[in-house]
Structure formats: C-alpha cells, structure tokens
C-alpha cells in the first residue's frame, strides 16, 4: 500500500515552466514504477509519462516528449514533472499514480492502482 500526495499545481503563462511533486508514504517507494496522468476538462484521464527505477527508465506520450521530464528520488519518496514551455492545452489536473513492480511501459490507467489527489495546472494563452 502506497499514499500519494501531489502538489506544485498553479497558474503559469503559456511558454513558462512548473514543477510538480509528488511525495509517497511507505518503505518500499523503490519498488515502485511511478507515473503522471493528466485529465484536461470533460475530458478522459490520459497518460503523461512513467519510470522505473531511475531516469534512465522512462516513458513519455508524445505530446510531452521534449517539453516534460520524470525523475525520482528514491532517498525522499518523492516523483517529479518537470514541465517547460507549457502550452494552454497542457491545462489539467496532473494525477501521480504508482504501481507495484518498476514496469514503466504501460500508459494505462488501470495498470496503476495507487493515485494522488491530483494537483490543478492552468496555463493561460
């Protein structure tokens, strides 16, 4: 069982930058593939990117392959997103999510049992 609380969310203007976080509970955060879906407004909830055990490790859709980058610090618990040159259809809630096992391939939803909040993202044109 893992916890997941995002944050980092916020108003940005088209072409700046955000870096959300997401902090785990548990001993085992290592064990973990983590991954960031977002769900734009009356829209489905859509993969973003995931890793394995390291940055090495890692799976971006394409329409964030160049823009947003994952990592993870195992020693804190912790994933990023590192998101720049944001556009307005990036606007979303961001959602961490996490998986038993560093499987970082799958970009559905239901591979991911575990899931955050959510944080909001709104970039403005």
């Given at each position: 069982?893992?916890?997941l609380?995002?944050?980092?969310?916020?108003l940005?203007q088209?072409?700046g930058s955000?870096?959300?976080s997401?902090a785990?509970?548990g001993?085992?955060?290592?064990s973990?593939?983590m991954?960031w879906f977002r769900?734009p407004?009356?829209?489905?909830r859509?993969?973003v990117?995931?890793i394995?055990?390291s940055?090495?490790s890692?799976?971006?859709?394409?329409s964030?392959?160049?823009?947003?980058?994952i990592?993870?610090d195992?020693?804190?618990n912790?994933v990023f997103l590192q998101?720049?040159?944001?556009?307005?259809?990036?606007?979303?809630v961001?959602y961490?999510?996490?998986?038993?096992g560093l499987?970082?391939?799958s970009?559905?939803?239901?591979?991911?049992?575990?899931?955050?909040q959510?944080t909001?993202?709104t970039?403005?044109s």
């Amino acid at each position: 069982q893992v916890q997941l609380v995002e944050s980092g969310g916020g108003l940005v203007q088209a072409g700046g930058s955000l870096r959300l976080s997401c902090a785990a509970s548990g001993r085992t955060f290592s064990s973990y593939a983590m991954a960031w879906f977002r769900q734009p407004p009356g829209k489905e909830r859509e993969f973003v990117a995931a890793i394995g055990w390291s940055s090495s490790s890692t799976n971006y859709a394409d329409s964030v392959k160049g823009r947003f980058t994952i990592s993870r610090d195992n020693a804190q618990n912790t994933v990023f997103l590192q998101m720049n040159s944001l556009k307005p259809e990036d606007t979303a809630v961001y959602y961490c999510a996490a998986r038993s096992g560093l499987s970082y391939s799958s970009t559905s939803r239901y591979s991911y049992p575990y899931w955050g909040q959510g944080t909001q993202v709104t970039v403005s044109s």
